[in-house]
């Protein structure tokens, strides 16, 4: 997996519910596109997305062969506590990529 973006407002007031955007380069291969030399392509797709809030899972997603390259989601959040959130995408292979970043509630 690429370079992942990820953008978190810094700060926040309590309560207050703010947009969270993730995307993460990758081509999402869906195992149906042929080969030159015959055959196809093996399947590479992000199987699931999760953000965790200081432990805690609050955004999950299964994602599918359909979603496109480079997928980009969006979900809002109640700001409770000044905390991490860490972002995790998972292919078929099993390799995990984690990015994290802090936000700042008063």
Not at 46 to 73: K, M, Q, W
Request: glycine letters at 6%; aromatic letters at 8%; a positive charge.
């Amino acid at each position: 997996m690429s370079r992942a973006l990820v953008s978190v407002p810094p700060r926040a007031r309590k309560g207050e519910v703010v947009e969270i955007r993730a995307m993460i380069q990758h081509e999402m291969e869906t195992g149906f596109r042929p080969l030159p030399q015959g055959g196809f392509a093996p399947r590479l797709i992000l199987r699931r997305f999760e953000c965790d809030y200081d432990g805690a899972t609050v955004f999950a997603a299964d994602l599918h062969p359909a979603i496109s390259a480079n997928p980009y989601i969006a979900f809002r959040l109640r700001a409770t506590r000044s905390g991490e959130l860490v972002f995790r995408w998972i292919d078929d292979r099993g390799a995990v990529r984690e990015e994290r970043a802090a936000i700042e509630v008063a």
